[in-house]
């Protein structure tokens, strides 16, 4: 991939590969178009691997009357139930009604009702109205005090860096070159024009040049940079968001439930062995390579949880932490992070350069069809060949299969009783991969020891480690405890034997002497101290990390 981005010049080349970078260089690789990617890091690595891992059309949008981003989401929420049903799945959310409220057990009907009509024929299904009586029986962890009724509808759910992982891989199928730990680091102009971007890998220090007839920047937080470069002003207003995990016994769940927390819509959520809160949302003006969970963001969500659970959830609770970057658009008229609109824009500056920030996981393929509409529209001149039309509204994503439901279910008895695999591994296995999981378990070759869990009570197999070295462009130990894999928030990612069990399977698999691997696994220690700084006893060594 790094031989051919210096080599070529591309129709488009794309600086960033999150999640809307991904699907800008899966649309215009299906038009026709030669497409060069270039991440800094890892792909999904900012704002793409620390959502709340909704698709959703933003229910509480509907209250600063977003209609129009709220419809368009709900849209798209429908396309990628469809385009990937493997890894995008309907889950049930609830609504507590306390007396005394923020809102009305009626305006939160009224919301719901005008929510389903946006979604149209795309809709999930309708709300229903939940007795206490019913509540109690069915979320015994609800704070009972207070309680009057609640409203259960229908969003989905997602992994977010698999997702955007699998766009990328769809894209470098249709022919897209990409690589990740690319820096781009200056602009070359020709003809008054921007046609190349001078890169630095990160990992050797080697330098490049990726030279394209237009040049994008889908860089998430990191955008205002970009387009310094060129001179441009700022236009983002970046917030922090901070979740946290819990054992799924310190607090249980059936249901996502919602809740207002002094003007903030919050929510638990169920994932396995485990269970997350989120999120805050605060101003953030440093490096988003050095946001991080701290105490104060670990004790507004402990205590906005104990506030509407009968569970005393402490700090010692909480099993890790993520926290993100949001690449919002500024607006003058929002006076606080949670009023900032979610809709994006797309901006022109130096010529051929365009740039596209703002808008949320739910609407990157939307957001990538208008930015490349519109550079066609205004740069096709500049193009071998007229490219085709949008298609990637109609395309299954890699893994996908039309009725997942019933392939899954074949899929999974055949992992249990063919293979003798865990139901748990087996499940994870094809809700990860879908109609791919067969290749992954290929990667174990004549070494059946990495069928094996990474570690007991771990869904995931080092098989699994195996193939993202082979196939998913795994750099790093972190690479793959955080992104690859949930190992690293929802499994035992942290504990020292498995990632040594994990950084066995990837020096052999990448050729990592004892050196190398030694010093990734500090690294990933490093990296493990940062997802836990909150906690006192390691805040020292994350902050030196920093």
């Known amino acids: 991939m790094i031989e051919y981005l210096g080599r070529e010049t591309f129709d488009l080349v794309v ?28 792909f999904a690595s900012g704002s793409s691997s620390r959502s709340s891992r909704f698709v959703h059309g933003g229910l509480r949008y509907l209250r600063y009357r977003h209609f129009s981003l709220v419809r368009e989401s709900l ?19 609830l609504l507590p009604v306390y007396k005394g409220g ?23 299904g309708r709300h229903r109205v939940r007795s206490k009586k019913d509540l109690m029986r069915e979320e015994p962890a609800l704070r009972a005090d207070g309680l009057q009724i609640g409203l259960q509808y229908y969003d989905a759910v997602t992994n977010d860096a698999r997702l955007t992982l699998t766009v990328l891989l769809g894209a470098i199928a249709r022919g897209a070159a990409a690589a990740n730990y690319v820096q ?15 890169c630095r890998e990160v990992t050797t220090g080697a330098e490049l040049t990726v030279r394209g007839r237009v040049i994008i920047c889908a ?11 060129s001179g441009a002003s700022s236009i983002l207003r970046p917030t922090k968001g901070v979740h946290i995990v819990v054992a799924r016994e310190s607090l249980h769940t059936e249901s996502i439930i919602a809740f207002d927390w002094h003007g903030r819509s919050l929510f638990v959520v169920p994932a396995g062995r485990h269970t997350y809160v989120g999120t805050t949302d605060t101003d953030w003006r440093g490096d988003p390579n050095g946001v991080v969970a701290a105490a104060g963001d670990v004790a507004y969500l402990i205590e906005a949880a104990n506030a509407f659970f009968n569970r005393r959830l402490t700090a010692t609770d909480v099993t890790a932490a993520w926290a993100g970057v949001r690449p919002l658009v500024a ?28 808008g949320k996981l739910t609407n990157g393929r939307s957001m990538a069809e208008a930015l490349v509409d519109r550079v066609i529209e205004r740069e096709g001149r500049y193009f071998a060949a007229k490219p085709a039309r949008c298609r990637t509204g109609n395309v299954l994503l890699q893994g996908a299969i039309a009725d997942f439901g019933r392939y899954r279910k074949r899929a999974v008895a055949d992992l249990v009783e063919g ?25 174990a070759g004549p070494d059946p020891s990495l069928l094996a869990s990474v570690d007991d009570g771990s869904p995931e197999l080092l098989v699994e480690a195996a193939h993202a070295a082979a196939h998913e462009m ?42 190398e691997k030694h010093r990734q696994t500090a690294a990933y220690q490093l990296a493990a101290a940062r997802v836990m700084a909150f906690r006192p006893e390691v805040s020292e060594v994350a902050t030196q990390d920093r």
């Open 75 to 93: 849209r798209e929420r429908g396309v990628l139930l469809r385009l990937a049903p493997h890894l995008v799945r309907p889950f049930p959310f």
């Open 184 to 198: 781009a680091v200056s602009w070359e102009k020709a003809g008054g024009r921007v046609a190349a971007v001078n």
């Open 331 to 358: 607006d003058e008229g929002s006076p606080t992070p949670s009023d900032v609109s979610r809709d994006y824009e797309i901006l022109e500056g130096t010529p051929g350069v365009y740039a596209i920030c703002g």
């Open 219 to 229: 860089a998430g937080p990191w955008t205002d940079e970009l387009r310094a470069m």
């Open 474 to 515: 795994v750099v790093t130990l972190e690479d793959f405890m955080r992104r690859r894999s949930d190992l690293m928030f929802f499994g035992s990612g942290l504990d020292a034997g498995a990632a040594s069990r994990v950084a066995g399977v990837l020096a052999h698999s990448l050729g990592w002497d004892d050196a």
């Open 419 to 443: 293979w003798g695999m865990p139901e748990e591994s087996a499940a994870h296995l094809v809700d990860t991969y879908g109609t791919q999981h067969a290749r992954v378990l290929g990667a």
């Open 102 to 124: 923020r809102d009305s057990a009626l305006l939160l009907r009224i919301g719901l009702t005008g929510y389903e009509l946006l979604a149209g024929t795309l809709g999930i």
């Open 15 to 42: 600086i960033g590969g999150g999640i809307t970078g991904a699907w800008i260089a899966l649309d215009a690789a299906m038009r026709g178009l030669s497409v060069g990617l270039v991440e800094q890091g890892d």
